[in-house]
């Protein structure tokens, strides 16, 4: 009878919680001081974001919403989260800008306008003076100040000039997002009362317009850490003013976790950041800019510090990482797509389409890519599209071990398609399409390479650097060791050479490594060559066109001048856990997060592959030359 009785308070109690939960609507037509429902919406996001308790939702309907949601609560756990979302069939644009009318034209110069702000539209904040700052922060040009403000037309943001000289004579810009040249620049000179800004806008009259500057640090970003089991999804963001982050640094994105658990940040267009679109990352009190401010120790040693202050404020499983960012699309954000340091483990990062990151290239530093992780500790990145950026595609700085970088389709990135930075395994890239001029740069030890087709120059090398390594699956530090550079394995890919004479097409590299490599399955073409006999088939006398893409709209295409016989005629052997065996130095095996041993059964489109002789390459069945990967 007690334990009857028990069951029914229970059910009761969880029936009175699900009836508690509310759902808070917004629409620019509502009211601050109204309930929240369908009939009297709130006017602001940020309001709803005050009121919103674990079970919440937060439902917003059309309309542009200019503000900065600094979130006062979080989820419970992952049944019980603060769900915000746009409603279905409706579009809700965050930004983090304000428009700006009544331009004068400036006659020193055709097409140069000017227009003057109050400096109460920025609050306590104005980005027109506030520079970029930040460990491993280099501008190309040492002379050029730059700001996190920034000055878009039609959504579009134009070029900061170091003086007003540069506005009035331009020089052009010629980069990887206008490769044909652009000179549309803008300088800004603030005072107590106001901000004066002058931009060229071409033959654009700006009156006739749109035209918007950034006056806020982020959109979506809780001044408090750890507000747990938030769900983001289907909003529109742009245009803050977001500033560098480092890995030392507090690290602030227009969408930003800050130090927390369990976010699911889905289905979201992110685009037009001064630096970050998403962060993941770290929070300020474990250091922020260490390398800027005290120069005691380099910069690796700062890092080490902080490596040891997070674990000290609970980076861990139980309280950190495990958030879920996919299907949105990211571009335009001169640093990274998507960041986090620590933050961001045992997350994972899928179905994202990132494009034009650090297309700019008018500042620079070591931070720069699609997808830029530290500490990405047993992360799932995969199915990813990232492109024409302006840096690297995927970056994974340190600690990795753990992480799965499989399936992603990257092509046109500037630097290197996948850099792997100082992380010592077990770690495994698999069935990826990587086309830039350069594919993979790495200094790193045990390192699981299968099925992927590798279509520019492998790079690697060893600057001595001694980083940790961890139990497996947690954070907690088991050594330190120095990166020998080898322990890898290469079976079952695919590598295509691109022409340039001297350049280590295929394993050419690591013919001299300290810890020796294992290699088989493996098919070189087009000037690619193996590091040693017996890796895989080699056609010496054969030229083939390279491999390339094609964009059709929406659609990508893979174009394969080879035929799907030659690589039948790679023999190989199926790739397992047991296959890869341990990885060297931290004497783990290559598993899931769950300590599964890692499935590789499945090819870029998760359809099985072959037993006996799987095909080489991320494509187990190659139907014809041309193959939709997009």
């Known amino acids: 009878m007690r334990k009857e009785r028990f069951l029914s308070l229970a059910f009761c109690l969880c029936g009175a919680t699900a009836l508690m939960a509310r759902e808070y609507h917004v629409s620019p037509s509502g009211n601050d001081a109204a309930a929240g429902s369908v009939e009297q919406p709130l006017r602001t996001i940020n309001r709803a974001a005050q009121l919103a308790l674990p079970g919440d939702t937060v439902t917003v309907h059309n309309g542009v919403y200019r503000e900065w949601v600094d979130p006062l609560y979080g989820g419970e756990s992952d049944d019980k989260r603060i769900l915000y979302r746009v409603a279905e069939g409706e579009k809700a644009e ?58 878009y037309l039609n959504d579009v943001s134009l070029y900061e000039a170091c003086s007003l000289e540069k ?27 106001k901000t004066t800004i002058y931009a060229r806008f071409g033959d654009v009259n700006p009156n006739k317009e749109v035209v918007e500057i950034s006056v806020r640090p982020t959109c979506f970003y809780p001044t408090r850490e750890g507000l747990d089991y938030i769900t983001f999804r289907g909003f529109h963001v742009s245009q803050a003013a977001t500033q560098w982050a480092a ?34 990352g770290k929070e300020r009190g474990s250091g922020h800019n260490l390398d800027c401010t005290d120069k005691r120790i380099d910069g690796t040693h700062h890092y080490i510090e ?38 961001g483990a045992f997350s994972e990062i899928c179905n994202n389409h990132i494009y034009n990151i650090h297309s700019k290239h008018q500042f620079g530093g070591a931070e ?5 992780l530290h500490g990405a500790l047993d992360t799932y990145i995969h199915n990813n599209r990232i492109h024409h950026g302006g840096a690297y595609g995927i970056w994974l700085d340190w600690m990795a071990q ?38 993979i740069r790495e200094n790193c030890d045990g390192i699981a390479y299968v099925h992927n087709l590798i279509g520019g120059i492998v790079e690697n090398y060893d600057d001595g650097r001694y980083v940790p390594y961890h139990l497996n699956h947690s954070t907690e530090i088991k050594g330190f060791k120095s990166i020998l550079n080898g322990d890898h394995r290469y079976y079952n890919n695919v590598f ?47 030229k083939v066109e390279a491999v390339r893409i094609e964009e059709t709209g929406d659609e990508v295409y893979l174009i394969l001048p080879y035929h799907a016989a030659a690589l039948k005629n790679v023999p190989t052997t199926f790739v397992d856990a047991a296959r890869l065996g341990k990885a060297r130095l931290s004497n783990y095996g290559y598993e899931t997060p769950e300590g599964k041993p890692v499935d590789l059964s499945k090819d870029y489109f998760g359809k099985s592959r072959s037993q006996e002789n799987p095909t080489a390459g991320p494509v187990e069945t190659i139907g014809g030359t041309r193959i939709k990967v997009w």
């Not at 294992?518 to 017996?534: E, S």
Request: charged fraction near 20%; include cysteine.
């Open 402 to 439: 753990g992480c799965r970088v499989s399936s992603n389709l990257l092509y046109d990135n500037r630097w290197t398609d996948l850099f792997t930075e100082v992380n010592h395994g077990p770690m495994t890239v698999d069935n990826n399409i990587m086309l830039s001029n350069y594919s």
């Open 247 to 280: 890995p030392t640094a507090e690290q602030v994105g227009m969408v930003a976790t800050h130090w927390s658990k369990g976010w699911i940040i889905e289905d979201n267009v992110i685009r037009n950041s001064r630096c970050n679109g998403i962060s993941l």
């Open 306 to 343: 902080v490596i040891f202050n997070v674990l000290r404020h609970g980076w861990n499983k139980e309280h950190i990482g495990s958030h879920i960012v996919r299907n949105n699309t990211i571009s335009d954000c001169e640093q990274t797509g998507i960041c986090g340091s620590m933050g």
């Open 368 to 372: 720069m890519a699609g997808i830029k």
């Open 496 to 542: 295509v050479g691109g022409g340039r004479e001297g350049q280590n097409y295929g394993l050419k590299g690591y013919a001299n490594v300290q810890w020796p490599i294992k290699a088989a399955g493996n098919f070189f073409c087009n000037g690619a060559a193996p590091a040693a006999d017996g890796q895989g088939v080699t056609l010496e006398d054969e």
């Open 167 to 193: 506005v009035l004579q331009p020089d052009t810009a010629r980069t990887v997002r206008d490769p044909r040249g652009s000179t549309a620049w803008w300088w800004a000179e603030v005072d107590a009362g």
């Open 94 to 151: 965050l930004k983090g800008s304000e428009p700006v009318t009544g331009w004068k034209a400036d006659k020193r110069a055709k097409g140069v306008w000017k227009a003057e702000v109050d400096n109460k539209i920025f609050g306590n904040y104005n980005p027109f003076n506030d520079r970029l700052t930040g460990d491993w922060l280099w501008p190309y040009d040492a002379s050029h100040v730059f700001h996190t403000a920034d000055v």
